[in-house]
């Protein structure tokens, strides 16, 4: 079974428009982290976000948020007025218990100028 | 500070070959872990390297094997290439110190892209 699952495997919006990631995981630790990752053309993945299990704040950074429930175990991302600059590949990952990170299977967001 | 850096960038060799990838982390950083991205099956996890030992395997065959150095610097080989090997080879690295969970950022390396012909 899949710990962390990206349903949406493309996704393409016009500039300017609001989107939403999602990402539900699975995990009986009651400690684990959750993260976000951008991965653009170039293939390097960057870090966006890490989230502990026992911080379910929403956190906002300029145009991203994230949106962390324990309660459907999802831990989504939504990019606010989205810019071409934004379309890459991004990945949720989850780390829990024996060193190990779990992605998901990155979603393709193509942002149409 | 430097970021992780991979060497070579691009490679390709001809089944059967072997090949050495190299991962330089971030300075500080002593745990090293190694992933390969196909288009295919996405990220899967190879191992991870902390203190010069293998902490963590994922599931790849003999074929894949790595170490890292007391410097921290970590090399993966791939022995008896097959075209399946095709891939982007992402290093990582984070500061986590002990066992449990991982609790620091794994930061990647721009990846070795290997085409295997």
């Known amino acids: 079974a899949q710990k962390v699952t990206q349903a949406q495997t493309e996704i393409s919006v016009v500039e300017k428009e609001d989107v939403t990631l999602d990402c539900v995981y699975e995990?009986?630790?009651?400690?684990?982290?959750l993260f976000w990752y951008k991965q653009p053309p170039s293939g390097e993945l960057v870090f966006l976000i890490r989230?502990?299990?026992?911080?379910?704040q929403n956190e906002i950074s300029g145009r991203y948020s994230w949106n962390f429930q324990k309660s459907t175990s999802s831990f989504n991302f939504t990019i606010t007025a989205s810019q071409v600059v934004d379309s890459a590949v991004y990945f949720c990952?989850?780390?829990?218990?024996?060193?190990?990170?779990?992605f998901g299977t990155g979603t393709s967001l193509t942002v149409i100028p | 500070k430097a970021g992780v850096t991979q060497t070579p960038r691009y490679l390709i060799k001809t089944r059967g070959q072997q090949v050495t990838l190299s991962c330089s982390p971030i300075?500080?950083?002593?745990?090293v872990s190694w992933y390969q991205q196909t288009p295919g099956q996405g990220l899967q996890f190879l191992f991870e390297?902390?203190?010069?030992?293998?902490?963590n395997k994922g599931n790849f065959p003999g074929r894949f094997s790595g170490r890292q150095f007391s410097n921290s610097r970590s090399e993966m080989n791939v022995s008896t290439l097959e075209l399946g090997d095709s891939a982007l080879y992402l290093c990582?690295?984070?500061?986590?110190?002990?066992?449990?969970?991982?609790?620091?950022?794994?930061?990647f390396g721009p990846g070795t892209r290997l085409l295997v012909l």
């Open positions: 990582a690295s984070s500061l986590t110190q002990g066992g449990g969970v991982i609790r620091e950022t794994q930061y």
């Open positions: 990952a989850l780390s829990e218990s024996g060193n190990q990170f779990y």
């Open positions: 989230r502990n299990s026992f911080d379910e």
């Open positions: 300075s500080g950083h002593r745990s």
């Open positions: 995990t009986r630790d009651t400690t684990y982290y």
């Open positions: 390297y902390f203190s010069e030992t293998q902490r």
